[in-house]
């Protein structure tokens, strides 16, 4: 059975044009696979280059060197080599990323927002609206902001909301980017439930969680970025001060 | 790398150029766009982005260069080769353009209906009851209250004078929408309102979208690409959450950087 | 004041039809073009005419260069021979080539109208020549000169319906009552002049030939014989013409353009054919109307 996610010599390197084209490498070297129905947590302080592997996944960021390979089908697809195009299909139909934060989208009712992904894949909306309704039941998100927009939500349940939302229509390989990083215990459990039950689907999921209760219960494997990272410097210029959080 | 199969692009421009004299409007500009894509141009004032709209949308001819459009059902065919006939039936039927100000793409003297009946009426409706059926319905998608359907866009408030806009361009269904900047002359409050119209629209039809626009906050809301431009040509060019997040370029760095944090 | 006929006074001071030779072939030449073209809006170069634009020298133009002095001309506006412009331009005519005048529409060859068509059908061998004001039925939607040209060479004709949109949309019904848009031939729209929209069945399958002039505008447009001339309408909305609930007091006529004159004021007023030589004909050959009959008795 091939693997769902092949991550092959994956490097990233980011150039600071502002400050005098200043080279920041974060990681280099990064090598494992992820099986379908199986959940590989990445491990390593803060600012190891974690996120950055998520991303140059998703194609956020592009790749400074190496391979993500993708399997659709019978085939592979090379995220890092593969057109705006192609990704934007892929996005669709193959890989979602659940970040911290929710995108707020204006107007759009709560419910629709979970509603949608199953929506727009053909479901009817019986069923898409059902399923909805239990996501955010389950996630303890209260009946009477169903039908507001997320926008003046507290951060905890606009995080909820958001991963009601990734996980109504569960793509085959789902990258969780600390997803239960503002949320109490008994909301951690909901969001492991879901977690379990999509591995129990066959999903593959590669994801961060700062909670260490939270990682014994969902991962599989470990993989510990600080084993990538490139040795010694960051130089002039810390990574927060190069991007804001477009979040 | 894969390609989807039976699909082509819907609007292409290779090696687009414009020269106004010795003044570079744009240069050297490539890109596709495929349907069911909204692509962003985003740059500062005098970037070039509005001489690259107005070469696509077939309104100047470029000094040098190509844009190809897919009509349906047919091959790609060079725009500035069609017979002036057909890039303006083109114009009324599978292409729509919002203008920044709705004034322009308006007319201010003839009741709403009017307005958005004017596209179903050039293409040969002839039933009263169909097309103002039509403005009914299209007013409501847009969130203007019904009852104005006979009242002139003059009465209308700047935002209500755009989202009419909207309505008017997209009655005939267009599969190509060019829009320059269409919340540039609004109150920030109002503008939240117009880009949900347009982002809800966008995807209930399927629209391609080819978006002007100096906000980065505009591109990220409705567009699924971005290319970049500065001195009339594209610096950078890919996702709009990439761009946003890891631009490469050093003028992008510079454009993303300068975003006030809300 | 009417006789069937005036003894012509002609001056030769002038050349024959006031206008020289070389402009009276110009103004055909553009004539013939209209006609090749029927409805199409063809420039000329309009000449001074002794009164001022707004006054028919559009028509004047165009008569002057189609006649020949074997010709009977009659001038209606409004669509009687007797308001002081008709009169004028009747004299005019007279003054510089010297031809036949008449009243009687059936004795008539060039009829130069302004506003109305005569309600005898026309002949073959007869002329009708419209006062023109503005040419363009799309002027009022789209003031530029350099659009409405292109509109018409595209054929994009759908401003013209907004505007009978409007008319619906505001009063229920098409408001415009005169200058009418139509359909020649089936390609270009037309203004037929501020005649009422009651003459423009009229206008459709005319055995005459009808001329169109504009001086102020500069443009010739033609309506050949037996062309096809539909008025602009929604399928729903179809168009209709003005019908009046009570006959001409005069003649008892109930089939045509009636106009209203107010007799005192105590709010009296009668209503009697626009087209004054056609009420007198049927006066003569004995028909009446209320007030003529009330007077008989």
Avoid at chain 1, 49 to 66: A, D
Avoid at chain 1, 68 to 73: E, K, M
Avoid at chain 1, 79 to 102: E, H, P
Avoid at chain 3, 167 to 177: E, F, K, L, V
Wanted: charged share 25%.
């Amino acid at each position: 059975m091939p693997a769902a996610l092949q991550i092959h010599d994956l490097a990233k390197r980011f150039t600071l044009h502002m400050q005098d084209s200043a080279e920041l490498p974060v990681i280099t070297g990064v090598e494992f696979n992820v099986e379908a129905g199986e959940c590989v947590v990445l491990s390593g302080p803060s600012g190891a280059g974690k996120s950055s592997v998520l991303k140059m996944i998703y194609g956020t960021y592009p790749c400074s060197l190496g391979s993500v390979r993708i399997l659709t089908g019978d085939n592979y697809v090379d995220i890092a080599k593969a057109n705006a195009r192609d990704l934007l299909a892929l996005r669709r139909s193959t890989v979602g990323y659940v970040s911290q934060f929710l995108r707020v989208i204006p107007r759009v009712a709560t419910i629709d927002l979970v509603a949608e992904p199953s929506l727009r894949r053909g479901a009817t909306p019986e069923t898409a609206y059902e399923q909805a309704a239990n996501l955010l039941r389950q996630l303890n998100v209260p009946e009477r902001l169903w039908p507001l927009p997320p926008s003046t939500f507290s951060g905890g349940e606009q995080q909820r909301v958001n991963i009601a939302r990734a996980f109504a229509y569960p793509l085959p390989i789902m990258l969780l980017d600390e997803p239960t990083a503002s949320l109490d215990a008994g909301n951690r459990d909901a969001v492991v439930s879901l977690i379990l039950k999509a591995k129990r689907r066959g999903v593959a999921i590669l994801g961060i969680f700062h909670d260490k209760d939270v990682r014994e219960r969902v991962a599989d494997r470990l993989v510990d970025v600080t084993a990538f990272q490139v040795s010694g410097d960051t130089k002039t210029g810390s990574r927060k001060s190069r991007r804001t959080d477009m979040n | 790398m894969t390609s989807t199969p039976n699909t082509n692009a819907l609007l292409r421009a290779s090696g687009l150029s414009k020269f106004y004299g010795g003044q570079v409007g744009c240069f050297d500009v490539a890109f596709e766009l495929w349907p069911g894509e909204v692509l962003a141009i985003v740059g500062e004032s005098g970037s070039g982005k509005t001489t690259l709209l107005n070469c696509l949308a077939g309104h100047i001819i470029p000094t040098s260069g190509v844009v190809e459009y897919r009509r349906h059902g047919e091959i790609m065919r060079n725009i500035f080769k069609m017979t002036e006939a057909e890039r303006r039936s083109l114009q009324r039927t599978e292409w729509g353009l919002v203008h920044q100000n709705p004034a322009d793409g308006l007319r201010m003297t003839v009741s709403a209906g009017a307005n958005i009946g004017e596209r179903l009426m050039a293409l040969g409706v002839r039933h009263y009851g169909d097309i103002r059926s039509a403005a009914l319905e299209w007013l409501e998608r847009v969130e203007i209250d019904t009852e104005r359907i006979d009242c002139r866009p003059e009465t209308f408030s700047g935002g209500m004078r755009q989202r009419l806009q909207i309505a008017r361009t997209l009655v005939t269904r267009p599969r190509l929408v060019f829009m320059d900047e269409p919340t540039g002359g609004l109150d920030v409050s109002v503008q939240a309102r117009v880009l949900d119209t347009l982002r809800g629209l966008v995807t209930d039809l399927g629209l391609s979208v080819v978006l002007v626009t100096h906000d980065l906050g505009v591109a990220r809301l409705l567009a699924d690409r971005m290319v970049v431009m500065k001195d009339g040509q594209i610096v950078e060019d890919g996702l709009t959450d990439q761009i946003l997040e890891d631009p490469q370029h050093a003028y992008s760095q510079l454009l993303v950087s300068a975003i006030l944090s809300a | 004041m009417s006789t069937a006929a005036e003894a012509p006074k002609y001056d030769p001071a002038y050349n024959f039809a006031f206008l020289d030779e070389q402009t009276k072939r110009m103004i055909r030449r553009a004539i013939l073009k209209a006609i090749a073209i029927p409805g199409y809006q063809v420039p000329f170069a309009s000449r001074e005419m002794p009164m001022p634009y707004g006054w028919g020298t559009g028509g004047m133009q165009v008569t002057a260069a189609i006649l020949g002095p074997e010709d009977r001309l009659k001038v209606i506006d409004q669509g009687a021979d007797d308001t002081t412009n008709a009169v004028s331009i009747r004299n005019f005519f007279r003054r510089t080539a010297g031809v036949e005048t008449t009243e009687r529409t059936a004795d008539a060859t060039i009829i130069q109208t302004r506003h109305r068509i005569p309600e005898l059908p026309l002949r073959e061998d007869q002329i009708l020549v419209y006062q023109v004001p503005i040419p363009e039925p799309l002027r009022f939607l789209e003031p530029r000169e350099t659009e409405t040209r292109t509109l018409h060479a595209l054929k994009e004709y759908g401003l013209m319906h907004v505007k009978l949109y409007e008319d619906i949309a505001i009063h229920g019904h098409i408001a415009t009552t005169y200058a009418y848009p139509v359909q020649v031939s089936g390609r270009y729209i037309t203004d037929p002049s501020p005649t009422p929209k009651f003459d423009n069945p009229k206008m459709n399958h005319m055995p005459a030939l009808q001329l169109f002039g504009a001086g102020r505008e500069k443009r010739i447009y033609a309506i050949p014989p037996y062309t096809e001339v539909a008025s602009l309408d929604f399928e729903d909305h179809p168009f209709t013409i003005q019908a009046w609930d009570r006959p001409c007091d005069i003649c008892g006529a109930e089939d045509t353009f009636l106009d209203e004159m107010v007799t005192d004021d105590q709010g009296g007023r009668m209503f009697i054919c626009s087209d004054s030589d056609h009420c007198e004909r049927r006066r003569t050959a004995g028909h009446t109307g209320p007030m003529t009959r009330d007077a008989a008795e």
